[in-house]
Protein backbone atom coordinates (compact mmCIF):
# COMPACT_ATOMS: atom_id res chain seq x y z
CA UNK A 1 0.00 0.00 0.00
CA UNK A 2 1.43 3.39 -1.19
CA UNK A 3 1.59 5.87 2.08
CA UNK A 4 -1.03 8.65 2.47
CA UNK A 5 -1.22 11.98 4.89
CA UNK A 6 -2.85 9.84 7.51
CA UNK A 7 0.60 8.03 7.48
CA UNK A 8 2.65 10.89 7.59
CA UNK A 9 0.50 12.21 10.35
CA UNK A 10 0.35 9.43 12.48
CA UNK A 11 4.31 9.05 11.78
CA UNK A 12 4.95 12.49 12.89
CA UNK A 13 2.08 12.71 15.75
CA UNK A 14 1.10 16.25 13.77
CA UNK A 15 -2.55 16.77 12.50
CA UNK A 16 -3.18 16.36 8.84
CA UNK A 17 -4.03 19.74 8.47
CA UNK A 18 -0.11 20.43 9.95
CA UNK A 19 0.83 17.72 7.26
CA UNK A 20 -1.29 19.55 4.57
CA UNK A 21 0.33 23.05 5.52
CA UNK A 22 3.47 21.31 5.21
CA UNK A 23 3.42 19.94 1.86
CA UNK A 24 1.88 22.98 0.49
CA UNK A 25 5.02 25.40 1.53
CA UNK A 26 2.34 27.58 3.68
CA UNK A 27 3.39 29.43 6.93
CA UNK A 28 2.50 28.72 10.64
CA UNK A 29 4.35 25.65 11.64
CA UNK A 30 7.30 25.67 13.63
CA UNK A 31 10.61 24.51 12.05
CA UNK A 32 10.73 21.74 14.23
CA UNK A 33 7.61 20.20 13.22
CA UNK A 34 8.48 20.83 9.45
CA UNK A 35 11.56 19.16 10.40
CA UNK A 36 9.52 16.12 12.38
CA UNK A 37 7.16 15.95 8.90
CA UNK A 38 10.03 15.74 5.91
CA UNK A 39 11.64 13.22 8.17
CA UNK A 40 8.37 11.03 8.38
CA UNK A 41 7.69 11.42 4.31
CA UNK A 42 11.32 9.98 3.95
CA UNK A 43 10.96 7.38 6.14
CA UNK A 44 7.78 6.28 4.52
CA UNK A 45 8.82 6.85 1.33
CA UNK A 46 5.80 9.13 0.72
CA UNK A 47 5.14 10.23 -3.24
CA UNK A 48 2.57 13.15 -3.17
CA UNK A 49 0.13 13.03 -6.33
CA UNK A 50 0.23 15.94 -7.71
CA UNK A 51 -1.97 15.45 -10.00
CA UNK A 52 -5.13 14.66 -8.08
CA UNK A 53 -3.71 17.48 -5.21
CA UNK A 54 -4.23 19.99 -8.47
CA UNK A 55 -7.32 18.68 -9.10
CA UNK A 56 -8.65 18.79 -5.42
CA UNK A 57 -7.21 22.58 -5.37
CA UNK A 58 -8.91 22.97 -8.21
CA UNK A 59 -5.66 24.50 -10.08
CA UNK A 60 -5.58 26.06 -13.73
CA UNK A 61 -2.27 26.47 -15.63
CA UNK A 62 -2.01 29.29 -17.74
CA UNK A 63 -0.08 29.32 -20.95
CA UNK A 64 0.91 31.36 -23.72
CA UNK A 65 1.63 29.98 -27.28
CA UNK A 66 3.40 32.24 -29.79
CA UNK A 67 3.50 31.30 -32.91
CA UNK A 68 4.05 33.33 -36.43
CA UNK A 69 1.51 34.53 -38.67
CA UNK A 70 1.36 34.21 -42.28
CA UNK A 71 0.56 31.73 -45.00
CA UNK A 72 3.27 28.99 -43.96
CA UNK A 73 0.99 25.74 -44.25
CA UNK A 74 2.51 24.26 -41.45
CA UNK A 75 2.80 27.17 -39.01
CA UNK A 76 -1.46 27.13 -39.71
CA UNK A 77 -1.29 23.43 -38.92
CA UNK A 78 0.51 24.46 -35.56
CA UNK A 79 -1.72 26.88 -34.53
CA UNK A 80 -4.76 24.49 -35.59
CA UNK A 81 -3.35 22.26 -33.25
CA UNK A 82 -2.75 24.57 -29.86
CA UNK A 83 -6.65 25.67 -30.92
CA UNK A 84 -7.21 21.75 -30.51
CA UNK A 85 -5.58 22.09 -27.33
CA UNK A 86 -7.66 25.19 -25.80
CA UNK A 87 -10.93 23.64 -26.93
CA UNK A 88 -9.55 20.65 -24.52
CA UNK A 89 -8.98 23.63 -21.68
CA UNK A 90 -11.27 22.57 -19.32
CA UNK A 91 -10.27 19.22 -19.28
CA UNK A 92 -6.82 19.44 -19.15
CA UNK A 93 -7.04 22.77 -16.39
CA UNK A 94 -5.25 25.09 -18.58
CA UNK A 95 -5.93 28.67 -19.78
CA UNK A 96 -4.45 28.56 -23.30
CA UNK A 97 -3.51 32.34 -25.18
CA UNK A 98 -2.32 31.94 -28.82
CA UNK A 99 -0.18 35.20 -29.72
CA UNK A 100 0.15 35.64 -33.46
CA UNK A 101 3.88 37.22 -34.16
CA UNK A 102 5.10 38.44 -37.74
CA UNK A 103 7.76 35.78 -38.99
CA UNK A 104 10.86 36.01 -39.60
CA UNK A 105 11.08 39.20 -37.45
CA UNK A 106 13.41 38.60 -33.78
CA UNK A 107 12.56 42.19 -32.87
CA UNK A 108 8.81 41.60 -32.56
CA UNK A 109 9.29 38.42 -30.95
CA UNK A 110 11.34 39.64 -28.34
CA UNK A 111 9.14 42.91 -27.71
CA UNK A 112 5.68 39.72 -27.61
CA UNK A 113 8.31 38.15 -25.50
CA UNK A 114 9.06 41.50 -22.86
CA UNK A 115 5.47 42.31 -22.16
CA UNK A 116 4.19 38.75 -20.25
CA UNK A 117 3.50 39.48 -16.87
CA UNK A 118 5.92 36.52 -15.19
CA UNK A 119 2.93 36.80 -12.45
CA UNK A 120 0.07 36.10 -14.59
CA UNK A 121 1.21 32.42 -16.95
CA UNK A 122 3.06 29.36 -15.69
CA UNK A 123 4.44 28.99 -18.92
CA UNK A 124 5.22 29.93 -22.51
CA UNK A 125 5.75 27.81 -25.64
CA UNK A 126 7.49 29.76 -28.81
CA UNK A 127 8.92 29.30 -32.32
CA UNK A 128 12.14 30.65 -31.86
CA UNK A 129 14.02 33.05 -33.90
CA UNK A 130 17.83 32.31 -32.81
CA UNK A 131 18.93 35.55 -31.69
CA UNK A 132 20.90 37.45 -28.67
CA UNK A 133 17.87 39.58 -27.72
CA UNK A 134 14.64 36.30 -27.89
CA UNK A 135 17.41 34.13 -25.75
CA UNK A 136 17.86 37.39 -23.24
CA UNK A 137 13.64 37.92 -23.33
CA UNK A 138 13.61 34.00 -22.67
CA UNK A 139 16.16 34.16 -19.68
CA UNK A 140 14.33 36.98 -18.33
CA UNK A 141 11.36 34.97 -17.93
CA UNK A 142 12.86 31.63 -16.47
CA UNK A 143 14.40 33.73 -14.14
CA UNK A 144 11.48 35.17 -13.02
CA UNK A 145 10.11 31.60 -12.64
CA UNK A 146 8.28 30.91 -15.97
CA UNK A 147 8.71 27.50 -17.71
CA UNK A 148 9.57 28.70 -21.54
CA UNK A 149 9.01 25.61 -24.17
CA UNK A 150 10.39 25.99 -27.79
CA UNK A 151 8.92 24.67 -30.21
CA UNK A 152 9.69 23.19 -33.67
CA UNK A 153 12.83 25.29 -33.39
CA UNK A 154 15.39 25.66 -30.49
CA UNK A 155 17.47 28.11 -28.81
CA UNK A 156 20.08 26.08 -27.49
CA UNK A 157 22.34 28.66 -26.03
CA UNK A 158 19.40 29.87 -23.69
CA UNK A 159 18.30 28.49 -20.40
CA UNK A 160 15.13 27.09 -21.85
CA UNK A 161 13.20 24.53 -19.88
CA UNK A 162 12.68 21.73 -22.77
CA UNK A 163 12.90 21.97 -26.98
CA UNK A 164 9.32 20.50 -28.09
CA UNK A 165 10.83 19.28 -31.98
CA UNK A 166 12.57 16.64 -33.75
CA UNK A 167 16.47 16.43 -33.83
CA UNK A 168 16.95 18.91 -36.88
CA UNK A 169 20.67 17.82 -37.50
CA UNK A 170 19.35 14.19 -37.90
CA UNK A 171 16.45 15.37 -40.08
CA UNK A 172 18.93 17.02 -42.16
CA UNK A 173 21.46 13.89 -42.12
CA UNK A 174 18.50 11.58 -43.38
CA UNK A 175 17.55 14.18 -46.34
CA UNK A 176 21.04 13.97 -47.21
CA UNK A 177 21.05 9.84 -47.28
CA UNK A 178 18.07 9.44 -48.93
CA UNK A 179 18.55 12.14 -52.11
CA UNK A 180 22.31 10.27 -52.16
CA UNK A 181 20.33 6.88 -52.36
CA UNK A 182 17.87 8.67 -55.18
CA UNK A 183 21.19 9.91 -57.52
CA UNK A 184 23.14 6.84 -57.36
CA UNK A 185 25.46 7.36 -59.24
CA UNK A 186 24.32 10.62 -61.25
CA UNK A 187 26.76 13.25 -60.14
CA UNK A 188 25.90 17.19 -59.97
CA UNK A 189 24.60 19.45 -57.74
CA UNK A 190 21.66 19.09 -55.18
CA UNK A 191 20.07 22.98 -54.76
CA UNK A 192 19.49 23.85 -50.98
CA UNK A 193 16.08 25.62 -49.97
CA UNK A 194 15.66 27.57 -46.60
CA UNK A 195 13.51 29.81 -44.91
CA UNK A 196 16.12 31.59 -42.83
CA UNK A 197 19.32 31.20 -41.18
CA UNK A 198 18.48 32.83 -38.14
CA UNK A 199 15.84 29.71 -37.50
CA UNK A 200 17.86 27.03 -35.28
CA UNK A 201 15.87 24.14 -36.87
CA UNK A 202 17.29 25.42 -40.63
CA UNK A 203 20.39 25.64 -39.55
CA UNK A 204 20.65 22.42 -37.85
CA UNK A 205 19.17 20.88 -40.87
CA UNK A 206 21.59 22.48 -43.33
CA UNK A 207 24.52 21.31 -41.26
CA UNK A 208 23.78 17.81 -40.88
CA UNK A 209 23.35 17.37 -44.61
CA UNK A 210 26.07 19.18 -46.06
CA UNK A 211 27.72 16.69 -43.66
CA UNK A 212 26.82 13.62 -44.47
CA UNK A 213 26.63 14.84 -48.87
CA UNK A 214 30.56 15.68 -48.42
CA UNK A 215 31.19 12.34 -46.12
CA UNK A 216 28.85 9.59 -47.81
CA UNK A 217 28.17 11.30 -51.65
CA UNK A 218 31.39 12.98 -52.81
CA UNK A 219 30.42 12.72 -56.70
CA UNK A 220 27.42 15.63 -55.21
CA UNK A 221 27.78 19.26 -54.63
CA UNK A 222 26.28 21.39 -52.53
CA UNK A 223 24.67 24.43 -54.01
CA UNK A 224 22.83 26.76 -51.45
CA UNK A 225 21.16 26.87 -49.61
CA UNK A 226 18.75 29.65 -50.46
CA UNK A 227 17.03 31.69 -48.31
CA UNK A 228 13.31 32.52 -49.10
CA UNK A 229 11.78 33.63 -45.72
CA UNK A 230 9.33 30.40 -46.35
CA UNK A 231 7.74 32.25 -49.07
CA UNK A 232 6.00 30.32 -51.90
CA UNK A 233 6.50 32.89 -54.39
CA UNK A 234 10.32 33.74 -53.80
CA UNK A 235 10.90 29.76 -53.41
CA UNK A 236 9.11 29.44 -56.59
CA UNK A 237 11.34 32.00 -58.08
CA UNK A 238 15.04 31.37 -57.05
CA UNK A 239 14.31 27.11 -57.58
CA UNK A 240 13.26 28.60 -61.36
CA UNK A 241 15.80 30.47 -61.58
CA UNK A 242 18.50 28.01 -60.51
CA UNK A 243 17.42 25.26 -62.39
CA UNK A 244 17.05 27.61 -65.49
CA UNK A 245 20.31 28.67 -64.85
CA UNK A 246 22.48 25.38 -63.97
CA UNK A 247 22.11 22.37 -66.22
CA UNK A 248 23.75 20.65 -63.29
CA UNK A 249 21.26 20.47 -60.48
CA UNK A 250 20.52 17.04 -60.26
CA UNK A 251 18.22 17.12 -56.87
CA UNK A 252 16.24 19.83 -54.58
CA UNK A 253 16.30 19.74 -50.69
CA UNK A 254 14.20 22.08 -49.39
CA UNK A 255 14.80 22.20 -45.94
CA UNK A 256 11.92 24.66 -45.32
CA UNK A 257 8.42 25.89 -46.24
CA UNK A 258 6.98 27.24 -49.16
CA UNK A 259 6.76 23.83 -51.15
CA UNK A 260 4.00 25.25 -53.52
CA UNK A 261 6.26 27.70 -55.14
CA UNK A 262 8.50 24.47 -55.49
CA UNK A 263 5.73 22.60 -57.11
CA UNK A 264 5.21 25.06 -59.15
CA UNK A 265 8.84 25.31 -60.11
CA UNK A 266 9.31 21.71 -60.85
CA UNK A 267 6.37 21.67 -63.31
CA UNK A 268 8.87 23.81 -65.73
CA UNK A 269 11.17 21.16 -65.55
CA UNK A 270 8.66 18.10 -67.03
CA UNK A 271 11.77 16.65 -68.90
CA UNK A 272 13.99 17.19 -66.66
CA UNK A 273 15.32 14.01 -64.00
CA UNK A 274 15.48 15.86 -60.26
CA UNK A 275 15.54 14.48 -56.83
CA UNK A 276 13.25 15.74 -54.44
CA UNK A 277 13.13 15.77 -51.05
CA UNK A 278 11.11 18.27 -48.81
CA UNK A 279 9.74 18.84 -45.07
CA UNK A 280 6.11 18.54 -43.63
CA UNK A 281 3.31 16.52 -44.95
CA UNK A 282 0.41 18.98 -46.19
CA UNK A 283 -2.02 18.71 -48.30
CA UNK A 284 -0.07 20.21 -51.05
CA UNK A 285 3.58 18.50 -50.51
CA UNK A 286 0.94 15.26 -50.44
CA UNK A 287 -0.16 15.44 -53.60
CA UNK A 288 2.96 16.25 -54.87
CA UNK A 289 4.23 13.03 -53.00
CA UNK A 290 1.09 10.94 -54.64
CA UNK A 291 2.51 12.54 -57.84
CA UNK A 292 5.93 11.56 -57.98
CA UNK A 293 6.90 15.23 -58.02
CA UNK A 294 8.38 14.90 -54.48
CA UNK A 295 10.59 11.39 -53.89
CA UNK A 296 10.13 12.07 -49.77
CA UNK A 297 9.00 14.06 -47.35
CA UNK A 298 10.35 14.44 -43.89
CA UNK A 299 7.46 15.26 -41.05
CA UNK A 300 7.31 15.93 -37.48
CA UNK A 301 3.70 15.94 -35.55
CA UNK A 302 2.79 19.13 -34.97
CA UNK A 303 -0.04 17.56 -32.64
CA UNK A 304 2.71 15.93 -30.36
CA UNK A 305 4.71 19.01 -30.32
CA UNK A 306 1.66 21.30 -28.72
CA UNK A 307 0.65 18.25 -25.98
CA UNK A 308 4.37 17.61 -25.06
CA UNK A 309 5.02 21.05 -24.69
CA UNK A 310 1.61 21.72 -22.52
CA UNK A 311 2.63 18.40 -20.30
CA UNK A 312 6.00 19.97 -20.02
CA UNK A 313 5.17 22.98 -18.61
CA UNK A 314 2.33 21.48 -16.13
CA UNK A 315 5.02 19.48 -14.79
CA UNK A 316 7.77 22.12 -14.07
CA UNK A 317 4.73 24.36 -12.89
CA UNK A 318 4.42 21.08 -10.59
CA UNK A 319 8.33 20.82 -9.68
CA UNK A 320 8.41 17.33 -11.40
CA UNK A 321 9.64 15.62 -14.02
CA UNK A 322 8.15 15.09 -17.39
CA UNK A 323 8.65 11.64 -18.90
CA UNK A 324 11.83 12.22 -21.19
CA UNK A 325 10.27 9.32 -23.47
CA UNK A 326 6.87 10.11 -23.63
CA UNK A 327 7.99 13.62 -24.87
CA UNK A 328 10.91 12.43 -27.50
CA UNK A 329 9.33 13.74 -31.26
CA UNK A 330 10.25 10.84 -34.24
CA UNK A 331 11.26 11.93 -37.23
CA UNK A 332 8.61 10.73 -40.01
CA UNK A 333 10.14 10.10 -43.65
CA UNK A 334 6.98 9.21 -46.09
CA UNK A 335 7.25 8.01 -49.29
CA UNK A 336 4.42 7.62 -52.21
CA UNK A 337 3.85 3.85 -50.59
CA UNK A 338 3.68 4.49 -47.10
CA UNK A 339 1.63 7.94 -47.07
CA UNK A 340 -1.07 7.75 -44.11
Partial sequence: MRPTVHDIASEAGVSLATVDRVLNGRPGVRTQTIEKVELAIKRLGYVRDVAAANLAKRRTYPLIFIVPGGPNTFMRN???????AKARSLVDRTSIRIDRVRPFDPLVLEHALSKIDPESVCGVA???TDTAGVRAAVDRLIAAGVGVVTLVSDLPDSQR????GIDN???GRTAAGLIGRFCGERSGKVLVVAGSMTLSDHM??????ADVLEAEFGHLELAGPVETNDDATRVKREVADALDRDGEIVAVYNLG?????LIEALSTQRGRRLSVVCHELTAHSRKALSD???DAIINQDCGHEVRSAIRVL???ADGVDPLSAQERIRIDVFLRDNLP
Avoid at 78 to 84: D, G, Q, S, T, V
Avoid at 161 to 164: D, N, P, R, V
Fill in 78 to 84: LEAEIRA
Fill in 314 to 316: KAR
Fill in 126 to 128: LVA
Fill in 204 to 209: HRARGF
Fill in 161 to 164: THFS
Fill in 169 to 171: VAA
Fill in 292 to 294: GVF
Fill in 257 to 261: AGNRG
